[in-house]
């Protein structure tokens, strides 16, 4: 199981840390096409920061939601290797 995990986490690493892929997969799932960023120019003065700003801070969730689940599944880990049962 250890193996499998440190395999998955390689691969996340490699395939899909980068922001640019994380960006680029993400958009091309999004049936709503809000990730476009089309629909910053009608918000005005804040419309430059949104465009610039908000993909980063989406990549970054992102990153953090999948090191938070591989955290969670290495702990549910050491619970099923020291358990009793």
């Known amino acids: 199981m250890r193996f499998f995990l440190v ?24 049936p709503t096409h809000i990730l476009e960023m089309d629909w910053t120019d009608d918000v005005g003065h804040m419309g430059q920061f949104l465009r610039k700003s908000l993909p980063p ?12 689940l591989l955290d969670y599944s290495s702990v549910l880990e050491s619970y099923d290797c020291h358990s009793s049962y």
């Open 7 to 30: 395999i998955i986490g390689v691969v996340l690493i490699i395939f899909l840390s980068s922001p640019a892929v994380i960006l680029s997969k993400v958009s091309k799932a999004d």
């Open 57 to 68: 801070l989406l990549v970054l969730t992102i990153n953090m939601v999948i090191i938070t």
